[in-house]
Each structure stands twice: as C-alpha cells, then as structure tokens.
C-alpha cells in the first residue's frame, strides 16, 4: 500500500517562489507517485492582507510507492532536504470523495474503526477561475468554522496559482470532524460546511474537487514551536 505524505517547511521568498513554479522540483524522484507544491494560506484571513498568502511557506502533497522512498528523499534531495527542516505527518489512506488528476488512490484502504480516533482531512480543487468570487463568497465562512474548531488541532489552506488550492487539517477525532462536515458541531453557526457544499452541488466552483481522509501514522519535526501536533502520535 502506498503512503502519502503532508509536508510543511519555511522557506525564503525567493526559494518559495521557486518551489512552486518550478515543474522539475519534484520531478523524477525515486518512488515518488504525484505530488502537488504550494504556498500555505492563513484561513481566514483578510483576503488582501500580508497574512493571506505566505509565500516563504511550502506545502507539500505527495504519494509515495514506500516509505523508505520518503526516507531517502529527505535526506539525500536538495528540496526534500529543505522539506526535512519542517514538519511532515505521513498518512494512510481511508476514503475519498470526488476525483483529482495526478494520484492513484488506492484499491485497499486502511480502516478506522474508532470514533475518536484523530483523523487527517486534505481536500484538492482546480478551480474554474470564473467561479472563484462565489468560491470565496462561500468557503471563507467554512474557512472561519474550520479555524475556530475545537476539535482542530492544526488547519490551513495553500494555493498554487493560477488555480490549484488546497485545505489541510488535523482533528482531534472523526467524530468531531464528520459533525463538522454534517453541521452537527456545538458551535456558532454549525451548518457553514454544510451550505457551502449544497451551493457546490447546485453550481460547481471547480473543474475537478476531491476530499480524502486519512490516517495519521507518524509525525516529525516541528512546525512554528510546535511538535505532537497529531494526538497519541509519538514525534520524531
């Protein structure tokens, strides 16, 4: 079974740029299956403001044949060496939702049986560049629930432009996360993510949208001070 990884790392402007640009970055790399490159964003944010887009902040998607794939690139790439001074989680893969180009989610998947086991989302969209004011419109409110969350423990978006974004996070349970999802949470406004999914159903924001859950397996590093962001996770 395959493995895919999360990776988070800073950078400088410049090399971030780059990252994200540049197609060969991480082309041709021993046991790498797909992966995406982007620049993190601050959910909720003002949407013209220093904090939206973080350009000396890499995210990084990817699937991989194993993980001592994963392992010798870290160590022995130029970019993955770069990727090994931040903070990564490596994931199995659960279920998925809609459909993206680029990966081959797998036939077997993993189970997680358990309730308040904690769970990783990441969702992948390409946009339909008209449709990006109503996506706005809608997701900010989702991006606003999803950051307030106490079942969160970690929750960003990240973009490659000129349309590929993404969602990240780390929940403290999948129970707290398909409340969420449903609108079931014991927050203010819970049914944010739910109306914003039914105005997707009736006019698509996206030419091609997929959501994936995942099961945590490992975390290294650190990410802005923090470590043991994923629960009952040993860091490394």
């Not at 969420?180 to 949208?209: C, I, L, N, T, W």
């Amino acid at each position: 079974m395959s493995v895919f990884t999360f990776h988070l790392a800073t950078t400088t402007f410049t090399s971030g740029l780059k990252g994200i640009i540049n197609p060969t970055v991480l082309k041709n790399i021993p046991g790498l299956l797909h992966a995406e490159c982007m620049t993190t964003m601050t959910l909720g944010a003002p949407l013209f403001s220093q904090s939206r887009i973080l350009i000396g902040e890499l995210a990084v998607f990817a699937q991989w044949e194993n993980e001592e794939a994963i392992d010798n690139f870290l160590e022995n790439d130029k970019f993955g060496k770069m990727l090994a001074t931040g903070w990564h989680t490596r994931l199995l893969f659960l279920r998925q939702w809609g459909t993206i180009s680029g990966f081959e989610m797998p036939e077997e998947v993993d189970e997680l049986n358990d309730a308040d086991a904690p769970v990783v989302a990441f969702t992948l969209a390409r946009m339909r560049l008209l449709q990006v004011p109503r996506f706005i419109h809608w997701g900010r409110p989702v991006e606003k629930l999803v950051r307030d969350h106490p079942g969160i423990t970690l929750a960003l978006a990240a973009i490659r432009f000129p349309n590929t974004v993404s969602t990240f996070s780390v929940w403290k349970s999948q129970k707290e996360m398909t409340d969420m999802v449903h609108g079931h949470s014991a927050v203010e406004k819970p049914q944010r993510h739910a109306q914003a999914m039914k105005e997707r159903d009736r006019k698509d924001f996206h030419y091609e949208f997929t959501t994936l859950r995942f099961k945590p397996v490992a975390e290294y590093g650190v990410w802005k001070g923090r470590s043991h962001i994923i629960p009952n996770l040993n860091s490394k």
